[in-house]
């Protein structure tokens, strides 16, 4: 543990507050924090309690961008942030956002990582060696000229730190990076990270999945209701108590010690049955001969690298796609792709492309026009959105959008329910939340499908495995005692 | 074939043909422009996408004629025919400064001193088109899943596949931009770029054609009306 105390500050908050406009309440207040030249700082906490208007006050987006109002000081490597312009403040802080999708400007990879470099000013003889140079940090040889869109999300995230790195800043923040990241590519976030921090870079990290961090971090900061509550170090989150870890809705931060109560299931009715399934994309296999069971009741975690087929997988099974070869059983019947819409429904993972409705409750109605009104409100509250029930869907949190989609989800109760990333950016309680739901679903005999690369989230709810290995083999496995098992399959690519 | 024009000579050729998408009224000098703009993206290795565009152009040509000037029922009016058109065409100037890179386009513009208020916009909107594109599938496969797309609730179906759109959209540009800005496009110092910007002969050659085919259609505009 590095001593920064004799450092110099690079970022100093003195009583900070700050709200967005039009906004009721402060999204933080009262913040005092210190960071020190060479830092590895986490912010964490539950979703809404203000870490990532914290790293945009950092940025300088909170009052620049957002235009918000902020009461207190903030001081960047010695001068007020104030006193800085925007474009002043990206040289200084490189900022890498949640979602890769709406991050990037250009469509090829060196045009991207230019970008920075290119409104700076860099003198174009310079400009080819500052992205060589990002590429080659990142190791991703392997990604040059290429077309940014296609690419996996870890890819994505490679590509976005690569841009920061070009431009050289010395502060980097980042903003739930692992959010839409496979364990695989995590672990490379997490090594490009080390790299950042052993080149003497400051890095706060803003963020809920906090295993990867533990090595990394010198300090975790706990933020709750807009105020940092707590402070710990590494050694005292990875030995802080499994009850208190739930109690403030943390996710865990050793993955080995996650308390898991896999749920049992009568292996009776086969409610879903796969034979020799078949899919490609014009001339290019994505698998073949594909087969598995599912009963009433399973709830199963679906995972595999990025690219395997996961969710082609699921738009076949309700029918948005149609199989090259194979079968699809319902209840021991080869329904057509047509009708599969009544036998299973697909939770997409972009929850904003799914709502409708003016409110809350008319969401419910589009799919329940002979529903009452008692009904649609038991549903809500189950959900703990009734008081969000005359709301517009799109101005709900992530969490609340998730949950109103699986509430849906239950309107529409088809036998199967298939669900894609369900926890991607959620917090703790959210997670248990879905969890707990998911659980009790099943045990009303519902088979439920989840693709999945969130090792607590698997472990906490599913009872069975369907492992994508390669585009010709997939495997199932029980998870009861195989818990390592499902580790091993997620870590590797 | 594939020439590369330079990010000027795109331009003048999407001002130039609003100018004349604005102005012309025969059928006939429309359905000749879209020859010359077919053209225009042929060599510039647009070839499969030409094809995409000449065929929706042609349905559209098709109704058109069928319509007979009266519209075709209430969803599809003269005027709706008309536009459609018009706008296609509109889309084809602009589909080769779609994709560009955006270190390009931004050098250009402070080359040129273009106004930020100009610049700036056209910028993220280049960026913005093609990052909205996958969310409307998105859309449509859940509409779909739950059943709401109808053809007998044609208004209803537009209302559900607009209001996630436009959300998302909203969204979409603000990310966009926060991340624009915390990447220095503001700067009001030089902006360089990795690509060498230069105004080259053939860029003369295609500026001079641009204009004296503008200043044709203008003249057989006149002549025929």
Redesign the interface.
């Given at each position: 543990m590095e001593n920064f105390k004799t450092r110099r500050s690079v970022i100093q908050f003195e009583d900070v507050s700050f709200e967005y406009p039009g906004a009721e309440t402060e999204s933080i207040h009262h913040i005092d924090l210190d960071v020190k030249e060479g830092e590895f700082l986490v912010l964490t906490g539950g979703s809404g309690c203000g870490k990532t208007t914290l790293t945009r006050l950092i940025?300088?987006?909170a009052e620049?961008?957002y235009e918000g109002t902020m009461k207190g000081r903030i001081t960047l490597l010695g001068r007020s942030i104030s006193e800085y312009?925007?474009?002043e403040?990206?040289?200084k802080?490189g900022?890498i956002?949640q979602?890769p999708?709406?991050?990037?400007?250009?469509?090829?990879t060196?045009?991207e990582i230019?970008?920075?470099?290119?409104?700076?000013?860099?003198?174009?003889e310079e400009?080819?060696g500052r992205?060589s140079n990002a590429i080659k940090r990142i190791n991703g040889d392997m990604l040059r000229g290429k077309e940014i869109?296609p690419m996996s999300s870890g890819e994505k995230q490679k590509i976005a730190v690569a841009?920061?790195n070009a431009?050289n800043p010395e502060i980097y923040v980042f903003d739930e990076p692992s959010a839409n990241l496979d364990m695989y590519s995590v672990e490379a976030l997490k090594n490009l990270m080390r790299e950042l921090k052993s080149e003497g870079h400051t890095i706060i990290v803003a963020e809920h999945r906090l295993y990867y961090l533990t090595g990394l971090a010198d300090r975790f900061l706990y933020m709750e209701n807009g105020s940092i509550k707590e402070e710990w170090t590494p050694e005292e989150l990875l030995s802080m108590p499994e009850a208190k870890r739930q109690n403030i809705g943390i996710r865990a931060a050793d993955l080995r010690h996650i308390e898991v109560d896999i749920p049992s299931r009568k292996e009776t009715d086969v409610t879903l049955e796969v034979k020799g399934l078949a899919f490609s994309y014009r001339n290019h296999p994505v698998f073949h001969d594909i087969s598995f069971q599912a009963y009433a009741g399973d709830l199963i975690a679906i995972i595999g690298h990025n690219g395997i087929g996961k969710t082609t997988l699921s738009?076949i099974l309700?029918g948005?796609q149609k199989e090259k070869a194979g079968q699809i059983l319902y209840n021991g019947k080869d329904v057509p792709k047509g009708r599969r819409?009544n036998f299973a429904?697909?939770v997409?993972q972009?929850t904003?492309?799914?709502?409708?409705g003016?409110s809350v409750e008319e969401e419910l109605l589009?799919?329940g026009k002979g529903s009452t009104q008692e009904q649609r409100d038991d549903l809500l509250k189950m959900y703990g959105l009734f008081e969000w029930k005359e709301r517009h869907p799109?101005t709900l949190s992530g969490g609340q959008k998730q949950r109103l989609t699986l509430a849906?989800s239950d309107w529409?109760d088809t036998p199967i329910l298939i669900l894609d990333e369900p926890t991607s950016g959620l917090d703790y309680k959210n997670m248990l939340r879905i969890s707990e739901h998911l659980k009790a679903l099943a045990q009303k005999g519902k088979t439920i499908l989840i693709i999945t690369h969130d090792y607590e989230f698997a472990a906490m709810t599913c009872n069975r495995v369907l492992h994508f290995i390669d585009e010709g083999h997939a495997e199932t496995f029980p998870l009861q005692g195989s818990l390592p098992r499902l580790y091993s399959c997620l870590m590797c690519q | 074939m594939n020439i590369k024009f330079d990010f000027r000579t795109k331009l003048l050729v999407i001002v130039l043909t609003m100018s004349l998408v604005a102005v012309l009224t025969s059928d006939i000098l429309i359905y000749t422009l879209l020859g010359v703009l077919s053209v225009y993206l042929i060599i510039q290795g647009f070839g499969r996408q030409t094809i995409k565009y000449l065929i929706v152009c042609g349905v559209f040509i098709v109704l058109r004629l069928i319509s007979g000037g009266q519209g075709i029922t209430i969803l599809m009016p003269e005027m709706f025919l008309f536009m459609v058109l018009r706008i296609l065409m509109m889309v084809m100037a602009a589909q080769p400064v779609i994709?560009m890179?955006?270190?390009e386009v931004?050098?250009v513009f402070k080359k040129i001193h273009a106004p930020d208020g100009i610049a700036l916009p056209v910028?993220f909107m280049l960026?913005f088109f093609?990052?909205v594109r996958?969310?409307f599938s998105?859309?449509f496969?859940?509409?779909?899943?739950?059943?709401?797309l109808s053809w007998k609730h044609p208004l209803d179906a537009m209302?559900?596949i607009v209001?996630?759109?436009i959300?998302?959209s909203s969204?979409?540009a603000e990310?966009?931009?926060?991340?624009?800005?915390?990447?220095?496009?503001?700067?009001?110092?030089?902006?360089?770029?990795?690509r060498?910007i230069e105004f080259q002969k053939r860029d003369w050659i295609m500026c001079v054609i641009a204009v004296c085919v503008t200043v044709l259609y203008f003249v057989l505009e006149r002549t025929v009306a």
């Open positions: 940025n300088g987006l620049q961008f312009p925007l474009y403040i990206g040289k802080v900022s956002f979602d999708r709406s991050q990037f400007f250009a469509s090829i060196e045009d230019a970008f920075g470099c290119e409104n700076y000013g860099v003198p174009y400009l080819d992205v869109y841009s920061v431009v738009n309700c948005m819409k429904y697909f997409m972009n904003d492309c799914q709502l409708f003016d589009l799919n799109a849906v529409i | 994709g890179p955006p270190g931004v050098a910028t960026r093609p990052t996958s969310e998105d859309v496969a859940s509409l779909r899943l739950r059943k709401l209302e559900y209001t996630p759109v959300f998302r969204r979409i990310e966009l931009a926060a991340s624009a800005e915390s990447r220095g496009i503001s700067n009001p110092g030089k902006h360089t770029c990795r060498k």
